[in-house]
């Protein structure tokens, strides 16, 4: 499984960004895709989550200001961040839970990280 983040830089407070991670799952079943982020010195946190069922799942610090999505045909996922705030700057990841098999088994694969710089 390997996925293959985009975006991410600088944006001033108030602005967006969106972020892109594509996913090559082979034959492994995606169950769900999202994003997370790790500020510096502190441990990393979920972001957002998209199903495969297509059921979300924000944290309440960006609830209202993102949105996840995913285009099923490209299997990416995308973080769209509207009123940004200097408290949103961190690395983001986007992150894979699948399965192979036996359903009931959950591996986890991440992106590689992109900075997201909020100035004030």
């Known amino acids: 499984v390997q996925l293959q983040a985009s975006g991410g830089g600088t944006a001033q407070t108030g602005g967006s960004m969106r972020l892109s991670c594509s996913v090559s799952?082979?034959?492994?079943?995606?169950?769900?895709m999202g994003w997370y982020r790790q500020p510096s010195g502190n441990p990393r946190e979920m972001v957002a989550q998209?199903?495969?069922?297509?059921?979300?799942n924000y944290a309440a610090a960006v609830k209202g200001r993102f949105t996840i999505a995913r285009d099923n045909a490209k299997d990416t996922v995308f973080l769209q961040m509207d009123s940004l705030k200097p408290e949103d700057t961190a690395v983001y990841y986007c992150?894979?839970?699948?399965?192979?098999?036996?359903?009931?088994?959950?591996?986890?694969?991440w992106g590689q990280g992109s900075q997201v710089t909020v100035s004030s």
């Open positions: 799952a082979g034959t492994f079943t995606i169950n769900a």
């Open positions: 992150n894979a839970d699948v399965s192979k098999i036996d359903p009931t088994n959950h591996y986890h694969y």
């Open positions: 998209l199903t495969a069922d297509g059921s979300s």
